[in-house]
């Protein structure tokens, strides 16, 4: 079974700094990996995904994350944090039945 | 991407009576759709996955009974909660998969409040 575990409950920038946001996945298969975010009182959207192609992918709003093998990780960066980007983020790992199952979550809080 | 419409959006309703949310693909055909619970401040939790014309697989302690899920055609899905008690109020999400088969595609969420 496939499962992911989020390192960080809660990450705390400065606008303009760096974003860095761990995952850690296990699975028995190839794995397809995502990153989503949620702001308060919305659904999700969809930041980045892998899927056994590029090990460095690149998403939507400045994200991207590297898939490491050797690591088992996927953690997820930004170079400058802006305000909006303030939201609670999931690192997903789908499997071989394409289920996905979601990390505890990650809460990203940036201050002015 | 591809869409996926959930309503209703926010429901209210008695306890002991039972609500039915709708997911809709919109434009692809969503052979495999998930149903997802979310508590407060908490992640989403898998509940069941239903696949086109069969019936729906549950996880682990999730009572099938009471969370009836339907998947008719290749465009909707629903699920029905019965029996509604104020301790299933939570925020239900649901997916489809796409044909591509590596991405699942994610309704707005509907916010069940059970009074």
């Known amino acids: 079974a496939q499962s992911v575990t989020q390192l960080d409950s809660h990450v705390s920038v400065s606008e303009g700094t760096p974003v860095l946001l761990r995952c850690n996945y296990s699975s028995s298969y190839s794995p397809s990996l995502f990153w989503y975010v949620q702001h308060p009182n919305k659904g999700l959207q969809l930041l980045l995904k892998?899927?056994?192609?590029?090990?460095l992918v690149k998403g939507i709003n400045g994200f991207e994350a590297e898939f490491k093998k050797s690591e088992t990780s996927f953690h997820l960066t930004k170079p400058s944090a802006h305000m909006s980007d303030a939201a609670e983020y999931f690192c997903?790992?789908?499997?071989?039945?394409?289920?996905?199952?979601f990390g505890a979550g990650t809460r990203l809080t940036v201050k002015p | 991407g591809a869409v996926v419409s959930q309503h209703p959006s926010r429901v209210i309703c008695k306890s002991g009576t039972s609500v039915k949310i709708e997911c809709r693909s919109l434009d692809f055909q969503a052979t495999t759709m998930f149903w997802y619970r979310q508590f407060p401040k908490q992640s989403l939790m898998l509940m069941a996955t239903s696949n086109e014309g069969s019936k729906a697989t549950y996880e682990q302690g999730v009572e099938k009974d009471k969370f009836l899920i339907n998947h008719a055609s290749l465009t909707l899905s629903t699920l029905t909660v019965t029996s509604a008690h104020p301790e299933d109020s939570s925020f239900y999400i649901c997916s489809g998969l796409g044909g591509s088969g590596t991405e699942a595609f994610f309704g707005q969420g509907t916010r069940l409040t059970v009074v």
């Open positions: 997903v790992v789908s499997g071989v039945g394409n289920d996905m199952r």
């Open positions: 892998y899927t056994s192609a590029a090990t």
